[in-house]
């Protein structure tokens, strides 16, 4: 069973540009949700995304924008790049085991903006 | 004044020790803890969940909360080289929560 995975593995941008991350969740799960990781940092939560639609949204900008597709896939969409935005981008699915969501982490996306 | 502190090291043991890794939190509202273990260049991979103040132990690790100090701690006896990693704590204000708050990670090495 393939865990969350997540593409591409590296971007490197320029600054102004716009950029789309890709993830895929794990079997089962039907919620994404999205974090960056600055170095150093720990995640902070950019948004999640259930049936579609954006359930909760962390504090970032407008800049930043998702989808989720039918088979539960989603995209991170993040527009005029800065250079604040370099990090690490981590989806993780989800699912509720009672009491609790359990979360699981794809690998990242590392972005580099120039 | 972040919402959950941790100290990021990083922190050196000598293998077979017991390591102790903390944070301390300032919103009486969060409800669940978590621990993350994240190796480099990899996503944080969930060790243990806890939601009441106490001990909750699963093989070398051990989860303690306490709510009235808002401090949580992570030991893990018998430390291996594998152990080396950055831990994460991480908290939630409610069950059905998924936002997660997570502490900044402590760098930890377990030196053979």
């Known amino acids: 069973d393939a865990g969350v995975t997540q593409s591409p593995t590296h971007l490197i941008k320029t600054r102004g540009q716009q950029v789309t991350l890709r993830c895929s969740p794990k079997s089962g799960h039907d919620t994404v949700s999205w974090y960056q990781q600055a170095l150093g940092q720990g995640p902070q939560f950019i948004f999640q995304?259930?049936?579609?639609?954006?359930?909760q949204r962390g504090n970032f900008p407008d800049r930043f924008s998702g989808h989720q597709f039918p088979n539960y896939s989603s995209e991170l969409n993040v527009n005029a790049l800065l250079l604040g935005d370099s990090a690490l981008y981590l989806c993780?699915?989800?699912?509720?085991?009672?009491?609790?969501?359990?979360?699981?982490f794809g690998p990242g996306t590392r972005l580099t903006v120039t | 004044q972040k919402e959950v502190e941790q100290d990021p090291g990083p922190l050196s043991v000598p293998e077979g020790a017991i390591v102790s890794l903390n944070c301390t939190y300032s919103n009486s509202a969060f409800q669940y803890f978590m621990w993350y273990r994240q190796y480099s260049r990899k996503g944080p991979e969930l060790l243990m969940y806890t939601y009441s103040s106490g001990n909750k132990e699963d093989g070398r690790f051990t989860a303690q909360v306490d709510k009235s100090s808002k401090y949580i701690s992570l030991f893990i006896r018998d430390s291996q080289p594998s152990d080396s990693a950055t831990y994460l704590c991480a908290m939630v204000l409610y069950s059905s929560a998924s936002k997660i708050i997570f502490g900044s990670g402590t760098r930890l090495s377990i030196r053979p």
């Open positions: 995304y259930y049936e579609e639609e954006e359930r």
């Open positions: 993780a699915s989800s699912f509720f085991r009672d009491p609790v969501y359990e979360q699981y």
